[in-house]
């Protein structure tokens, strides 16, 4: 049977509160460092090529944006800020907007963080998790790029941010490999996604 969120389309973007859709239903947010590969995840979860715009700039994602699997059941791209070349004061109101959104946005479900498997956990990533934490939202954190490391360099990373995240945040966070390009992974990080939106 299909995945539902192959019928994933963009429906807005929101640059603060007040252009926000209506709080309700079901939202999944991805969050994750300028090139973390985060729109490839999304494309391939969602077996789309252009759902989420790929871009070879960092920090392209300058607002919430809503992709609507259904009435009431979204994926939202949250900004990939890390060394993005954005102003001060940009930077500023990114934060107190995804810090109001995570703190007040009902229709938040679930996190999912997006890493690159060869560098794992940076100081945004811990930041996001913690959001989630702190309101009892599961996460899930997505190790990109597996396909660089083999096998048994796929293992010992993840062994060592499970292992991290266990210590820091109890199993409250799933982790999991994963590869836009040779689809590893894409299966597992969709159905956690679904269980989420309530499918």
Known sequence: MAS???RAHY????H???QLPPDGGFEVAFAGRSNAGKSSALNAICQQNALAKVSKTPGRT????????EPERCLVDLPGYGYAKV????????????DSYFRTREALKGLVVVMDIRHPLKDYDRQMLAYAVERGLPAHA?????DKFGRGQQTQ????????????YGDTVSVQTFSGESKQGVDEARA???GWLGY
Request: charged share 20%; net charge positive; aromatic share 8%.
């Open 16 to 18: 603060n509160p007040r």
């Open 142 to 146: 997505i190790l990109t790029k597996a």
């Open 157 to 168: 990373a993840l062994m060592a941010v499970r292992r991290e995240l266990q210590s820091a």
């Open 87 to 98: 102003p001060k004061d940009l930077q500023a109101h990114w934060q107190s907007f995804i």
């Open 4 to 6: 539902p969120l192959i």
């Open 11 to 14: 429906l807005m973007s929101a």
């Open 192 to 194: 956690v996604i679904e």
């Open 62 to 69: 300058q607002q919430l944006v809503f992709f609507e699997v």
